[in-house]
């Protein structure tokens, strides 16, 4: 499974049970990422996504993504056993938050293997940081 994040430069991800912020070349860089695959979320983050058709809402999002699914998290912390891949969105400011990524993702296993800046709606700089998760020789 692959897990999409948006923090701000101290790792926070929303504030009073919302989200910080929103962009919407954020919100067009994850559809172009993810293409015709499933993408996995709670009911508050559909808005974000009106006319997308390859998306699923539950709660239990993370235990019903498979392998190949996107799960996209914005209100609370999680640990990311099950993902083979992050996709970290950040935003060049700081906001008030009180849920926090919780962990860095070179300590749970992952390789960065690319940045991307770009400009967004809302936001002058946003950084994309993907990461995969070492694979273990054998």
């Not at 970290?88 to 300590?107: M, S, T």
């Not at 994309?128 to 694979?135: N, P, S």
Request: aromatic content about 12%.
């Amino acid at each position: 499974m692959h897990i999409i994040v948006c923090i701000d430069e101290k790792g926070g991800m929303a504030f009073n049970k919302r989200r910080q912020t929103r962009d919407k070349a954020v919100q067009e860089k994850i559809l172009s990422l993810i293409q015709d695959h499933t993408l996995w979320m709670r009911a508050y983050s559909r808005e974000l996504f009106p006319d997308v058709e390859n998306i699923q809402i539950t709660e239990d999002y993370l235990g019903r993504a498979q392998k190949h699914d996107y799960v996209f998290i914005e209100q609370e912390a999680f640990l990311p056993q099950k993902a083979d891949s992050l996709l970290v969105f950040r935003w060049n400011r700081v906001y008030p938050a009180d849920v926090y990524l919780g962990f860095e993702p070179e300590k749970q296993g992952f390789i960065l293997q690319n940045t991307c800046e770009f400009s967004g709606t809302s936001h002058q700089k946003i950084t994309l940081c993907i990461y995969e998760r070492e694979v273990e020789e054998q």
